[in-house]
Every structure is written in C-alpha cells, then in structure tokens.
C-alpha cells in the first residue's frame, strides 16, 4: 500500500501499524477479551537520533574504524533492549539521512534511483523500526530527493513526488512543516501504531492485548533560514507547541492510548516563541506522555554507566523545577535524547495500568535512560551486530570509491582541529581563504552596479571549527600532510570535507559595520568558559562543545586582521584588541563577511545578523568551495595556509589549572604547531577526552 494511504486509513481508524515490529492489524480490544481493571503493561519505548548517515562503525574522512558510533552497534543494544521486554516500539526522532560521505555519495554523487532505498533505510527497515519523525538535516538535499526516499506526495506544486520508490517501511510523520500553498502537512502529522503486546493480569496470568501508540513529529522552524534555497515559496513551518495542541487532542479522539511526542529539538528554559529553535520543553504540557528529544545531539538524562561523563554543562544549567536529569523528566513527562550518530539508545520504561476503562500511566514507576555502548561495565565496547554491514555492503565500497578519488593537490603540513579552540587555524585558515577567495572573484566580475559599488570594501571570512570534538573524542578535523601510501596523490575528495562539514551549507556574504563585527566576534567568544584566575581549583576552558559550530574565527588575506579574548570577563565584553590592517576597528567601519548561508540567516543567534545584512547568495557549496580552491592551489603550505593565527588570548595568570578537552595522544601536534600555551597531557576524562593542561600566561 503507498505510505501516505496507509498512514492516512491508520490515523482515521486507529488499527494499522504500516510496517512495525511485532505488530498485527488490531482494532480496540473485542468485549470478548475485555481486560480486567488493574491489569499491568510494561512498555518499552525506545529511541535513536541524529544517526546522520553513520550506519557503520566508521570514519570516511579518516579511511579508519570507529568503534564509537554506528548503526550497527546500536542495533546490539536495541537486541538487548527488546530481549529485556517484548513489548516495545522502536522509533527515530530525525537527522537520518545527512553527515557522512556515504550519505552525500547516496544524494549527491551517485543520486540512489527510485527502485534503490537509501543505505541508512536499508537497515532501519531490516531493524523493524515502528517509527519515525523528521529533522532539519532531511531538508538538506531538496524536496524532490526528500519526496523520492521517502515516497511521499507533499501536495507542493513543483516538487516531484515519489511514486512506488524504496522507502522507509514504516511510517513517517511531521506535523509542523505545511505546504505554502495548500496549508497542510507535507508527511502525516502524526500516526497512530497498533500493536499487540503481553500484560500481567491481576491474578498473574498473561494476556493480551492491543494498544494504539500515537506518535508525532517536530522540527525547528529554522529550516526555513537553514535551507532557503530548497523551501522558500515551498512550504513554511507552525509553532511546535501550536502543533501539538491541534494534533494531541485529535490523536487522542481517534483511539490514542498513549502519545509520544518525537521533537527534534533541545531543551531551551527561555520564554516560549514559535520560532524556538530548541521548544521541546514546552511540549510536556501538551497532553503528550513521552518525549524524545534530538538535535542538539547531547545525552539526556545523566548517562548511567561506569564513570559515565557528567550532564552537559547546557543541560546542567536548566531550572530543577523543569528539568530532571537524573531522572529524565521534563516538566514531570519522560524524556530522553540519544546523543547522536548511533552513539546510544534511549530507553523509557514506562507502566500502564487498566483503570476505568482506559490505560493509565504510573508515573512513579517510570525510568529513562540513555544506553551507551559501555553500557555493561563502563569499559568493554560492545560488538557490532554482525547482520547489518552485509546490508550494505556495495554502498559502503562505493562511497571509499568515491572517497578516495584525488583531487590533485598535495599539502605539507597537518590540518587538525584538536587544539583550534586555543588558537591553531591549520584546517581553518585555507577554508576562509577559499571563502575571500570566492567572494572577492565575485563581486570583481560582477556587472550588478550595487556590487560594484563594494569591491573597495575589505572582504573578511569567518568558519567554525566544525569537527572539533562535538560527538566525542574521534570527532576532530586531521588532514594529513604530504603524499602517502594511503593517499598517493596528496589530497583526496574525502578532505574538503574533513576540513568543512556541512555540505548542504552554501556560501553566503553579508555587509556589515565594525560594531556588527564586535558583536559578532562576542557572539563566537561564548564558547569559551568564564575563568576566576583566582581560583585554585580545575577550570575547563571548553565546557561544553555542543554549540562548536557556532565558533567563527575569523581571518583576513596576510592576517591583517588581530583580535584576542579575553575569558576573564563574562560573555558579552570579552572581545579586545580588534584591528584591521593595523587601526582599530571602529564602529562605522564597513566589511564583508563570507561565510555560509547558516549563519548569514540568522543561525547561530548573532546580533544583527538575521538575512536582512546578505548581499551574495552563492548557488555553491562551501565544501565545493573549499574543494575548488585547493585544486586551484596544486599545493598548501603552512607558510601560505595554515600558520595565520587571528586571535589569541589576552594573557592571564591562574592560580589553579586550566585545561582543554581533546582527543588523546596530541601533545606532540601542538609542540609542531608552536601553541606555548598547551603545556602538558592530562588524564582521560569520563567521556575519553584528554586533559590537556593550557597556560593562559602564554
């Protein structure tokens, strides 16, 4: 049956599973089978997010295992969750289709045809999957190629629909992004699944019974910002707690037992707003009885294992009132957020009793947890399940196929990002050359008289660090110097990417003023931890990485561009120093900025910069960018591209120390980069990172 006529007879009769584990098409239980008041079910709900196309344990950047991530290790632990209780449904909570090089070979390069199903679905289907809602990161190759992988009709004129293409085998919903001109959700808003499962009667005996779980869909109405170029005039995105309470309330009349609300969004305290990037926690007072959170790709709540790490400092931060961390609550409603790329499993365990005629959840015996891979005795990493690599076999080949094809060009030192966050630029400062590059060659050949009227203006570049330990100590930008064995033609295709993430974002130019710019540079400084040079007692710099990719740093052609932080003044007034060319910048001042079209929309929440400053909407990519400009290059030296250090710290003695997480075993590149400041290796930290003992005094 087509998804969207499964989907839609399933909402409106409250029976159909479409395609889920262990299910059977029920309806309400017959009065034959009536269930006795007080009878127990214990359920199992269980989530992954934010996999990004990281279906194996391993790294296309690097051309190496990574026995830290992958879909296939996840799926041990989903084996051992629904070993532990039958009753269970697995859903995913978005951010599936985008991240690695196998899923821009899958999109990009070798676009998967209709009768082919994307790798990633492949193994969800093979998983049995009950469910899943969308991310922002879905947007990212189009509406056409989002209607074909999943073969949905969006009702969006122009947009190509897919018609009996592989697909998900199970359903799919979002109920906050609605077609411009239709007004109606392009996925289903929501489903109800049907399954059947065992309970404990009172006298103790079993038995059976159906319960139709209603499932529903949320993504950040920055989408819009974030991909502009695929939706605008397409479709436009509500609220999410606008949406829930249209949509909860008419699950619930058509038979929902229990509702679990799948937002891919963060925990934000601050003040309601429909364009809340991370609104989930406005959504427990809903009517939902679970939420699953994702986006921020964090671990919520407090992980359980052996010297698990401790809650992000992001998270810490959150009224107790609201938030429970230990116990993963929000406002009282379970809550759980798997981190990212396969890395755990969540786990609500929830107990429902038959009372009155109706399912009721016993709060008090609710527990949360989000699973690792340690999750035995905090040290063994479990096995892969040995099903899953077969699936997908010919696409991983491939996509190392692809990876490794040359791009011609040869480099003669180390691009890394293990110590960016204390001043190395090395895989920075070629990617926004690249960006001035591009920029400068535009508005040169330019024939619109606005444009021409700027290219007296100094062009300045910003990128983010993006690859810089965000999902954990194996997540940093390395970009091997020289040729080797591994990569006998110098650079390869996989590096453009190692060095700038993100291939969906476009570049993009602003034209701002000085006092843009300090705003600006604050805005990126708030990264950095607030340091008591009083203190006696361990400082980290870096407390938490989860919003790395909104750390510009910026550069100018010959680095005429200074600027230092200082991070022992709060956020907001850390930024001195700031010169160009030599002066002080001033207020009135005018640059162009280039940078991506993330930021440029206003992501990131830097003042000022909201769209309304952009004066270039490139149609390329900033990967493709980068990649260009290193073919152009032949060569990249560190003397030309990666010694070019814009900014520093303003120096301070501590009288305890101050120290930076970072992959373990990298002292010896910091010596090779000359970074003083970076004075010893610590020990490891419960996450992995080593602790690297940094002299602000430096």
Known sequence: MHKKMCLTALAALAVSACGSNGSSNLGVNSPGSAIPEGTVLKLGLLETTDIHQNVLSYDYYGLKADTSLGLERTATLIKGARQENPNNLLLDDGDVIQGTLLGDYQAVAAPVTCSGTLAVHKVMNALKYDGAGMGNHEFNYGLDFLSQITNTDFGVPGVQKGSSCGAPNFPLVLSNVVGVSSGKPIFNPYALIAKQFTATKPDGSSMNVALNVGIISFVPPQIMDWDQKNLAGKVMVNGVQESALKYVPEMRSKGADLVVALSHGGLDASPYSPKMENGSLYLASTGIDALMLGHAHLIFPQAREAGAPAIDASLAALPSTLVDTSKGLVNGIPAVMAQSWGRRLGIIKMVLAYQGGKWVVQKDQTSVEARGFKYADGKTIIDADPSIAPLVAAEHQATLSYATQPLGTTTDFEMSAYFSLVGDVSAIQVVNQAQIDYVKTFLASSTDPVLASYKSIPVISCSAPFKAGRNGPTDFTDVAPGASPAAPFGLQVRNPGDLYLYGNNNLQAVKIKGSDLKNWLEAAARQFATINPASTGEQDLVPSYSTIFNYDVFYA??????????????????????????????????????TNDYRAGGGGNVPGIDGSKTIIKS?????????????????????????????SFVKVSTQGPVFLRSAPGKLAVAQALGLGRVTAEGALDASGFAKYAIDLSK
């Open 557 to 594: 052609e010959n680095n005429a561009m200074q600027y230092q932080i200082d991070v022992t003044k709060p956020a907001g007034s850390r930024i001195v120093n700031l010169t160009y060319a030599g002066k002080a910048v001033a207020d009135a001042d005018d640059f162009i900025v280039a």
């Open 619 to 647: 149609p390329d990519a900033n990967q493709a960018v980068v990649s260009a400009y290193l073919k152009k290059q032949g060569k990249v030296t560190n003397a030309a591209n990666g010694s070019g250090q814009s900014w």
